[in-house]
């Protein structure tokens, strides 16, 4: 696909090379799974991939680990070039940043993008199904950021407890 010269076909990651690689970026019923080591960047390259997707339908962004509020703060300063140190911080010094970081936000709330703390499968589809009615059962994309968390829930407990529950 990715030398044919069509058209990719499913979602783009907003990473050109990176669609390349996937053969025509996210498709219908695939998951594509990004690991790394702890601070490698998994959770910036996840929130960018869904900014990219929410500018092409509905996209949900699950996160485990960090408040929505700190993804938000991600997704502002990779739109508006403005220090994502700064913008949790709400260090805005000049009036050129204040004005991206505005500019960025305002952008988001253009798109379809929703950020929401969910701790279980049940509560995810849950919440697609009001998605989808709100945004008139359009086919959409889902993140999940740390998905080990999301799978204890699912097993029911930390992989470090033995069956009477105590650590080991």
Same mark, same amino acid.
């Given at each position: ?30 998951? &594509?799974? @990004? ?9 910036? @390259? ?18 485990? /680990?960090? /408040?929505? *509020?700190? @993804?938000?703060?991600r997704l502002v300063a990779a739109l508006s070039g403005v220090p994502l140190s700064r913008v949790i911080q709400r260090d805005l010094r000049t009036g050129e940043d204040y004005e991206r970081a505005m500019a960025a936000s305002s952008a988001l709330s253009e798109l379809t993008? /929703? ?18 009615? *709100? ?16 799978? /204890? ?8 407890? &033995?069956? &009477?529950?105590?650590?080991?």
């Amino acid at each position: 696909v990715a030398h044919s010269g069509q058209p990719l076909a499913g979602w783009t990651t907003g990473f050109w090379m990176l669609d390349q690689l996937l053969a025509g970026a996210y498709r219908p019923g695939a998951m &594509t799974v @990004i690991g790394g080591y702890t601070n490698q960047g998994k959770t910036q @390259i996840a929130a960018q991939m869904a900014l990219a997707a929410g500018r092409q339908g509905p996209c949900l962004y699950v996160t485990l /680990e960090s /408040e929505p *509020r700190a @993804i938000f703060s991600r997704l502002v300063a990779a739109l508006s070039g403005v220090p994502l140190s700064r913008v949790i911080q709400r260090d805005l010094r000049t009036g050129e940043d204040y004005e991206r970081a505005m500019a960025a936000s305002s952008a988001l709330s253009e798109l379809t993008v /929703e950020i929401e703390t969910l701790e279980s499968l049940e509560d995810i589809e849950q919440y697609l199904g009001d998605m989808s009615i *709100r945004h008139g059962f359009t086919p959409g994309i889902v993140f999940v950021d740390d998905v080990d968390s999301l799978a /204890e829930s699912v097993r029911g407990g930390s992989s470090s407890q &033995t069956a &009477t529950g105590a650590e080991t």
